[in-house]
DNA sequence: CCTCATTGTGACCGACTGGTCATATTATAT
DNA sequence: ATATAATATGACCAGTCGGTCACAATGAGG
């Protein structure tokens, strides 16, 4: 955790480390990182950097922590709680709140990207359950109530299946913004209702079809192909 | 490239230096590698590094064409070409390709993934087709067998289709290798009929029917549940 | 043996690294 | 104005970095 003397700082001079080291945390990993970078580039003294934090780790784990609060602001500002929701929209809800934190916070989303890249699977058994859990259990969750609602096959298997909508859902959203930009020919600019562009919509759509006809019926299609 | 002096070197002494440096480019970026550490590893004297190499990323570059050597030995050890094979088998033997190359190269496959972290998405408009073409076009490739063959319905973006099975290839391996190890208890050593694993197989032919049941039909589910 | 080319070596260089600390500056309270 | 606490600073440290280079060792042809 940052020193006290850190959130005493008025509140442009830590936004404004926080964000270089954003943007350095976002090119390197922890290792490469530079202090020296993030106090030249924040206009403070190496001293100053040294009463704020431990080190370059305490700091990494405050941006870390920053894109984790900011992350939750999204979901809870994106329409209806999960209960009462069918399928489908739950998993589209799921990737948009990623989308949306790609396109309002894109050097945080990539730092969390760079995270999850160095720090890969913690899977584990769930002392509860006794099932495989990978994750932050986000699609578990989705999995569970999409089983329960019959609207995905038992025989999918679940944690795969976690596993895989996560590295999607984290690897979808730069591909849909560059995508964007060159449908466009212009930069986007952060904003959360570009979420709702038409072609960012079909792209989405066709995906949630692709994802959602696999789960939902009996893997049929592989006794055709064998019974050609 | 590497210098002539290199390639005359003994097998074992290129082979020593060659894991050393798959090893290195595994857990660091070619910005956080170190010279030093290479050859302390390698047991070379620094000055022989740089009579073998112009700089790091000369090596580097020799490393990520091993990589790629290695994974065509792989695709051509694999069985029949994708000529006269039917979608399903065709879909299954790429992520084939990229499960056995995590299984006899598992640094290595490291290295590429790294890679492709650190220089994400350059997908560009195929000059000839008109088409949009990112990654290396074996998904493009088996995308448009397969809309040919019927397959795949018309509707598939195939640019995004072919982006995410890449992603998801990539990622599956470990994933595979590491609840396989949980499974048995044990280490898996390099071998490629591992792949054949009963394991193995079950959650290749799970993602095999979502992806193939998911890209295969009308997405009729979503007008299923908007009706609900 | 000598010659010449190739290969191997590690001390050395300037630049940069994370981290420290004595000192200077500022703010607060009396 | 004075005293005290909180904050800001950059010179400085030991260590590591990539890269060089004068020199030693080795091998081949004669």
Redesign the interface.
Known sequence: MPKETFFNLSEDKRARIETVAIEEFAE??L??ASVNTIVSKAGIAKGSFYQYFENLEDLYQHILKIAQKRKLGLISSLPSPSGNM????YLQRLLLVDLAFELNYPRLSQVER?HK?EN??T?SIDPETGQ?F?GDGRFHAFLSQGILHD?IAT???T???A??LE??SS??S??LL??LE?DSGKTIEANQELSSDPLVQ??L?????????????D????KD?YS?
Chains 1, 2 share one sequence.
Do not use: H
Request: proline share 6%; net charge neutral.
């Open positions: 390197n990993s290792n490469s069918d399928t489908f929209r760079r890249f890969p699977i899977s495989r990978s609207d025989w999918v298997d944690d795969l299946a596993y895989a590295v999607l690897w979808l730069p591909y560059e995508r060159q079909d792209l759509q066709n995906l949630l079809d692709i994802l959602m006809a696999g789960m939902s019926r893997p049929q299609i592989r192909f050609k």
